[in-house]
C-alpha cells in the first residue's frame, strides 16, 4: 500500500532565515508544524542561512501509515525538505534520565524511513538525514557515534541527535 508523503494539507512552510518545529504538548492531537516567530514553543531550530524554501510535510497525526495487520505504525513528528535534501525529524520535550527517549525516537524514525523507502519519491533526495531533537538538551553520559553508525548502515540516512538543524 502507497503512502502519500506530501499531503498538502500536512505541509508548512518557510524561507526565513531561523524558524523553529513545534509539537504542542499532549493531549492535543495536531500534527507538528513550523514556526518563524515564538522560539519558546521550538523544539527544534532550524538555521536557514541561504533561505532555501523548506517544506515541513507533518506525518505523526497527519499521515495514516498503516502496519500488515492494519493498525497505525509508530511514526516521526515529520520531515523536512528542500532541493534534492530530505530530513526526518522526531521531537521529544524530556529531561536527561536515561536515553529511552532516544531509542523510542530512533525506531520511530526508522519505522518511517522504512515505509517512505519504498515509495518512487525516495529515489528524488540525494541528501538523506534523521534528526532527533530535544528541547531540553539533555546530556549523556557516553557518546551516541556508535548509535549514528549503526542507524546510518541500517537505513542510509545520517543521524544526528541535537536540536539544532542546520541546513546547506
Not at 508548512?12 to 518545529?21: C, D, E, P, R
Not at 506525518?59 to 505504525?73: E, H, P, T
Amino acid at each position: 500500500m502507497s503512502t502519500n508523503f506530501s499531503e498538502l494539507s500536512c505541509q508548512t512552510y518557510s524561507s526565513a532565515k531561523l524558524f523553529g518545529i513545534c509539537d504542542d504538548p499532549p493531549p492535543a492531537s495536531i500534527p507538528a508544524y513550523i514556526d518563524e516567530k515564538n522560539g519558546a514553543k521550538w523544539i527544534a531550530v532550524v538555521v536557514n542561512d541561504d533561505k532555501f524554501e523548506v517544506t515541513f510535510t507533518a506525518i505523526d497525526n497527519c499521515i495514516v501509515i498503516k502496519r500488515a495487520d492494519g493498525k497505525l505504525a509508530k511514526r516521526c513528528d515529520g520531515v523536512l525538505t528542500y532541493d534534492s535534501t530530505i530530513i526526518f525529524v522526531e521531537l521529544k520535550q524530556r529531561g536527561a534520565l536515561g536515553n529511552e527517549w532516544v531509542k523510542d525516537a530512533e525506531k520511530q524514525l526508522k519505522v518511517t524511513i522504512g515505509y517512505f523507502e519504498f515509495e518512487d519519491e525516495a529515489e528524488n533526495y540525494e541528501q538523506k538525514k534523521a534528526y532527533i531533537a530535544n528541547s531540553e538538551r539533555p546530556k549523556f553520559k557516553v557518546s551516541q557515534l556508535k548509535r549514528m553508525e549503526q542507524f546510518f548502515n541500517e537505513t542510509g540516512y545520517v543521524l544526528r541527535i541535537e536540536n539544532r538543524i542546520i541546513l546547506y
